[in-house]
Nanobody
Framework: QVQLVESGGGLVQAGGSLRLSCAAS????????LSWFRQVPGKEREFVAA????????DYADSVKGRFTISRDNAKNTAYLQMNSLKPEDAAVYFC???????????????WGQGTQVIVSS
């Protein structure tokens, strides 16, 4: 089992920044790829970014590339999503998820956090 808890969401004006954190507990955090997804009411959960166990391989959705940065600190069992130049369309509940390898497919993930809400005002 892996337990994930997101934090850092909040209200920010368009163009601003937030840093989300995902604190992990349980088995072998450093062995898992870690991804961020987001979801708004009425829409499917959307892939945002992923990072492999070492941080050497990173994948971003085109919609956030150049604005968001995913990172991890295995010694602290924590992953991060730095979000810059936020747009109203970035508003969503953001989830972190763990899997044995990088994938953009939400259905493949079995470990999820509870989500943290990001609101972007225009």
């Amino acid at each position: 089992q892996v337990q994930l808890v997101e934090s850092g969401g909040g209200l920010v004006q368009a163009g601003g920044s937030l840093r989300l954190s995902c604190a992990a507990s349980g088995r072998t955090f450093s062995s898992y790829a870690l991804s961020w997804f987001r979801q708004v009411p009425g829409k499917e959960r959307e892939f945002v970014a992923a990072i492999n166990w070492s941080g050497a391989t990173i994948d971003y959705a085109d919609s956030v590339k150049g604005r968001f940065t995913i990172s991890r600190d295995n010694a602290k069992n924590t992953a991060y999503l730095q979000m810059n130049s936020l747009k109203p369309e970035d508003a969503a509940v953001y989830f972190c998820a763990a899997y044995v390898t990088i994938t953009r497919l939400a259905a493949a993930y079995q470990y999820w956090g509870q989500g943290t809400q990001v609101i972007v005002s225009s």
